[in-house]
């Protein structure tokens, strides 16, 4: 205890983030692998010592059971947003080590019609994140969109540095990809955002087995080269069962694919973006 109590100052300073790295994980349609990648993404890189937190932003609050944290009314962003209370408050503690959550429940569902009415309605979570991020608490954190480009996830993207897209590799997934691509765009021609920039395209639930999947990946590579991570996410039965056991993929099954994916993508992830 004594020697903790005489660490050097500066030995403190350095585990402490020189910035926040804020990304929200987006994709109007749903069940694409976005929660399933907000959830083991942020887990992997808080295996490997990066503090991260997670924020739930859909009301239907997978991730937070995913991550074993039970839904409890009034625990989510909801009042935050509102202006009624503070971010700092709904943190709560996961699991796996340094890595924290903000839950949601089902009054966030709320937010989207009421935002629409309110004064800066696209900046709401940019202010109220605000104090967090300047903190550098944390060096990431992540952003579960809502499975829509509704008001809760233009808070999103108006927050972040960068935006992440889980894309399923089938071809009806792809539809939707220019457009969610076009919102960057749409959203600094606004200035609602001078620093939001494409993060990178991660190929979700690919099945090597079948030639559609093989497809739509050259097809993404070809169109978006520098986008797109090198690591691919496996379709897998352990994958689509730990979320109903409240775990990560690594406390589930830490050998299976979907853990060895994760694990690289957490590696990858932390390259790209100089996270320490």
Avoid at 222 to 250: A, Q, Y
């Amino acid at each position: 205890m004594l020697i903790t109590t005489l660490q050097p100052k500066s030995n403190a300073r350095s585990r402490t983030p020189k910035v926040t790295k804020v990304f929200s994980i987006a994709n109007q349609k749903g069940g694409v692998g976005k929660t399933t990648t907000a959830v083991n993404l942020a887990a992997g890189l808080a295996r490997n010592g990066i503090k991260t937190l997670l924020i739930d932003l859909d009301a239907q609050a997978n991730a937070t059971s995913a991550l074993g944290v039970e839904k409890i009314e009034g625990r989510s962003l909801y009042q935050v947003l509102h202006g009624e209370a503070k971010v700092e408050d709904m943190i709560v503690s996961t699991s796996t080590d340094k890595l924290d959550l903000i839950p949601s429940e089902v009054d966030l569902a709320a937010v989207e019609s009421e935002l629409s009415k309110a004064d800066n309605y696209l900046s709401r979570l940019r202010t109220a994140l605000a104090p967090l991020i300047e903190s550098k608490k944390y060096g990431v954190i992540i952003i579960d969109c809502p499975p829509a480009l509704g008001m809760l996830s233009m808070n999103a993207l108006a927050t972040s540095d960068y935006l992440l897209v889980a894309l399923q590799t089938e071809y009806l997934a792809m539809e939707g990809l220019g457009q969610i691509l076009g919102v960057v765009d749409q959203l600094k021609a606004a200035n609602v955002t001078e620093k939001l920039a494409v993060g990178g395209i991660l190929l979700t639930m690919y099945d090597s087995r079948t030639n559609l999947s093989r497809q739509v990946m050259e097809e993404v590579q070809k169109h978006f080269p520098d986008n797109v991570f090198k690591t691919v996410i496996p379709r897998t039965v352990r994958l689509s069962e730990c979320p109903s056991h409240g775990k990560t993929i690594f406390q589930y099954d830490n050998q299976s694919p979907g853990a060895v994916a994760y694990r690289a993508l957490a590696k990858e992830f932390a390259a790209r973006f100089d996270l320490k």
